[in-house]
């Protein structure tokens, strides 16, 4: 299992993150990016790398 966090100082909210894995994050009503959950299953390692790799401001990471 990962441990994913959010730094909500570096997030922009642009939703990358939101399309790429749903069920762990969206974008508000608030336009504010929302972590639905903190843990990811290993099956979906692939899925995870992705979003850490593809938030621009690297507000994402897993460990």
């Avoid at 894995?21 to 969206?26: E, K, L, V």
Wanted: charged share 30%; with cysteine; net charge negative.
């Amino acid at each position: 299992m990962f441990e994913v966090t959010v730094d909500f100082a570096k997030c922009d909210a642009n939703g990358t993150c939101a399309a790429l894995m749903p069920d762990i994050f969206r974008i508000g009503e608030d336009g504010l990016l929302e972590q639905l959950r903190t843990d990811v299953e290993e099956e979906r390692a692939d899925e995870l790398e992705e979003v850490v790799l593809c938030c621009p401001l690297g507000a994402i990471s897993a460990s």
